[in-house]
């Protein structure tokens, strides 16, 4: 896909504050991704990008919840809205005014996101399918779920076609890489996994 001519994403002010470096992550190009995730501060919510469970650990092994992934797809394409909603519409998701109330209903409000049978199960571990769509689906290439370009499909494994195009975006994009030349749809997203992502994710973006 090409790329924007001008930053879509100008809310994150890449290498503006120090980095951390986490205890957890011992690979040297998982932690240079950390740093460089760790160093953006996103003017909408004046924060890091990326946090860490602490300043000490990322949890490197752990799956990426629902909510995690969420919460990243809003501030990383700079979807901090002036009109904030609280959740009023999943019953496993708080109804007052906590980040995680806030953080779906706004989501779920700008038609982001959606659930199942009254249900967001924010704690479940993410799929491929599921961070393609909601990662790409709140940026640039796509307008209330249209893709900018829409793409023949090219590979396999996708068995829930309203998924297709934002695979066929994350492949093309570099994000997902074909597992024995199809999808991995339903595989769950660890958070190592996360960091490459979101890496390039950002970089190709605002380069």
């Known amino acids: 896909p090409p790329a924007p001519t001008q930053d879509p994403i100008m809310c994150l002010q890449t290498n503006s504050i120090t980095a951390l470096n986490f205890s957890d992550i011992a690979v040297t190009t998982d932690q240079t991704k950390a740093q460089f995730l760790t160093s953006i501060l996103n003017r909408g919510t004046n924060t890091r990008l990326i946090q860490g469970y602490n300043a000490q650990t ?28 609280k959740n009023t519409v999943f019953s496993d998701v708080p109804h007052d005014n906590s980040e995680m109330s806030v953080i779906i209903g706004t989501a779920q409000a700008l038609g982001i996101v ?42 396999p494994g996708i068995t829930d076609e309203s998924f297709r195009q934002y695979a066929e975006y994350a492949v093309r994009l570099g994000l997902v890489s074909l597992d024995n030349g199809s999808f991995p749809q339903n595989r769950p997203i660890y958070r190592d996994t996360m960091l490459q992502v979101l890496t390039r994710y950002i970089s190709y973006l605002k380069n």
């Open 58 to 85: 990322y949890g490197i092994g752990k799956v990426l919840t629902r909510f995690e992934l969420t919460k990243i797809a809003l501030e990383s394409n700079c979807l901090q809205s002036d009109q904030l909603y």
């Open 114 to 155: 959606n659930g199942k049978d009254g249900k967001f199960y924010p704690n479940q571990a993410v799929t491929y399918a599921e961070m393609s769509k909601i990662l790409l689906g709140s940026g640039f290439y796509f307008q209330q779920h249209s893709p900018a370009i829409t793409y023949t499909a090219s590979f």
